[in-house]
């Protein structure tokens, strides 16, 4: 389960976010609502443990944060983020499975489980290679945003997390894309995995989780993201997670060493 209270993220500019208290059982539905610009992806990538909060606590699935991030980042992944994980618009769908799978591989050889991760995480986020243009070789950029949505959330599922993590989910979709959006995303946290969904419009029947920013001119979101970026094209040191400016950001470590 993830808990909260009074968590929050402040930075040289001031708050990112703040004053975030919730309590959600495993298999939760949770969407992270706001506006853009109001710290919004910055509070799920703290809950995952990629980033790191300067006020009250949390914990998750038993993990306190942020004295376990690490530990928190080995049970979660994150779909597409941009400047973070962000899909490559030339590779196609193909290759983006085949990386994500030889990424995560931990034996010398186990095609028939690799072939059955794979299946299994398409299924689970709807993407039926067949009906794409050109199946399986279709480049990214030629996916339409369900499409790429889904993709994504089939990546992050491969090495079945107990927290997902889903950035811009209703951006640039329609009302009937965006329903079937989040009906996928009920279906992955009905199958027990907790998804943390950041949106513009939370569906009724989800955890809706605010802020507690307003939006700003001060660009404070900004400076938190960036600086995660910077991190992220350091070189990592062990003690990369500890050498932080006031209310900086915690490296996407492991992800950058693969």
């Known amino acids: 389960m993830i808990t909260a209270e009074g968590y929050g993220l402040r930075g040289p500019r001031g708050r990112v976010f703040g004053d975030v208290s ?8 949770i969407a992270v609502e706001g506006p853009s610009g109001t710290g919004r992806t910055c509070l799920m990538l703290a809950l995952t443990g990629r ?18 991030m690490p530990a928190v980042r080995r049970i979660s992944a994150l779909g597409p983020v941009d400047g973070i994980s ?3 618009p030339a590779l196609t769908v193909a290759e983006h499975l085949r990386e994500r799978v030889l990424l995560q591989r931990r034996f010398a050889s186990r095609a028939a489980r690799d072939r059955a991760d794979v299946a299994a995480a398409l299924k689970a986020a709807g993407l039926e290679l ?3 243009v050109k199946g399986e070789r279709t480049a990214v950029r030629d996916l339409e945003r369900l499409e790429a949505l889904r993709l994504g959330v089939a990546l ?13 989910v209703d951006h640039k979709l ?3 894309d965006r329903e079937l959006a989040w009906s996928m995303l009920r279906s ?3 199958a027990g995995t907790t998804v943390l969904g950041v949106c513009t419009r939370a569906p009724g029947d989800a955890l809706v989780v605010p802020t507690g920013a307003t939006r700003t001119a001060q660009g404070t979101t900004a400076d938190a993201t960036d600086a995660l970026k910077a991190d992220l094209k350091a070189e990592p040191t ?3 997670t500890e050498e932080t400016e006031e209310g900086a950001v915690d490296a996407y470590t492991e992800a950058r060493r693969a």
């Not at 919730?22 to 539905?29: E, I, N, V």
């Open 22 to 29: 919730f309590s959600a059982p495993a298999g939760t539905l």
């Open 51 to 68: 980033m790191k909060a300067t006020e009250g606590h949390a914990e998750v699935h038993g993990h306190p944060l942020p004295r376990r």
């Open 86 to 88: 962000a899909l490559e």
């Open 130 to 132: 067949d009906s794409l």
């Open 156 to 168: 992050a599922l491969l090495p079945r997390p107990r927290v997902l993590g889903i950035d811009d």
């Open 174 to 176: 329609g009302d009937t």
């Open 188 to 190: 992955v946290a009905a």
């Open 238 to 240: 062990a003690d990369a």
